[in-house]
T-cell receptor, first 112, second 113 residues
Framework: RKEVEQDPGPFNVPEGATVAFNCTYS??????FFWYRQDCRKEPKLLMS???SGNEDGRFTAQLNRASQYISLLIRDSKLSDSATYLC?????????????FGKGTRLSVIA | ETGVTQSPTHLIKTRGQQVTLRCSSQ?????VSWYQQALGQGPQFIFQ???????GRGNFPPRFSGLQFPNYSSELNVNALELDDSALYLC????????????FGSGTRLTVV
């Protein structure tokens, strides 16, 4: 079983739609959780951190369920510019010296 | 504040050759990690360097090796290249202490033919 599993998609949604991505992780010792965004042939960029209390950044809402080892990302009012691959990422520590463990990513295409 | 820079951006090598990829970390960051991203996959951790020592390694063979220099820049060396080594190689810098924050370079795309 992979450490971080995501539905690879693609998710093809119209502009303005709401779309949700899910991710599960296998290491119960994981401490920090993130969503990264990766545009085609570019490097991953941090979209947002994920907390148990849930957190929101504009149209993006992330949620963590430690008991189920499940992470989600909700995008409301999708824009064409949201088209990208979304990578679910976990790590075993809250400091910067433990490796990031990436899922394969979920591809989103927002269509006009 | 400068970000993470990697060189070269693209590279084509022949199977069996050796390659060196370079990374300059973000100003103030003392830790460098290397990741391999094959097509259609998420990045996979290769190894990490802190204070010029390797302090973590993923599931990669010994022909993948690295260095970190006193200015925190780093090199990734791959010997005896195989076709499956074709990938995007990403360097990320971070601070060991303090808040989480990895900054990725734009990567080196290696093609082995």
């Amino acid at each position: 079983r992979k450490e971080v599993e995501q539905d690879p998609g693609p998710f093809n949604v119209p502009e303005g739609a709401t779309v949700a991505f899910n991710c599960t992780y296998s290491n119960s010792a994981s401490q920090s959780f993130f969503w990264y965004r990766q545009d085609c042939r570019k490097e991953p960029k941090l979209l947002m951190s994920v907390y148990s209390s849930g957190n929101e950044d504009g149209r993006f809402t992330a949620q963590l369920n430690r008991a189920s080892q499940y992470i989600s990302l909700l995008i409301r009012d999708s824009k064409l510019s949201d088209s990208a691959t979304y990578l679910c990422v976990v790590t075993a520590s809250s400091s910067g010296n433990t490796p990031l463990v990436f899922g394969k990513g979920t591809r989103l295409s927002v269509i006009a | 504040e400068t970000g993470v820079t990697q060189s070269p951006t693209h590279l084509i090598k022949t199977r069996g050759q050796q390659v060196t990829l370079r990374c300059s970390s973000q100003s103030g960051h003392n830790t460098v990690s290397w990741y391999q991203q094959a097509l259609g996959q998420g990045p996979q951790f290769i190894f990490q360097y802190y204070r010029e020592e390797e302090n973590g390694r993923g599931n990669f063979p010994p022909r993948f090796s690295g260095l970190q220099f006193p200015n925190y820049s780093s090199e990734l060396n791959v010997n005896a290249l195989e076709l499956d080594d074709s990938a995007l190689y990403l360097c990320a810098s971070s601070l060991v202490q303090g808040a989480m924050g990895y900054t990725f370079g734009s990567g080196t795309r290696l093609t082995v033919v």
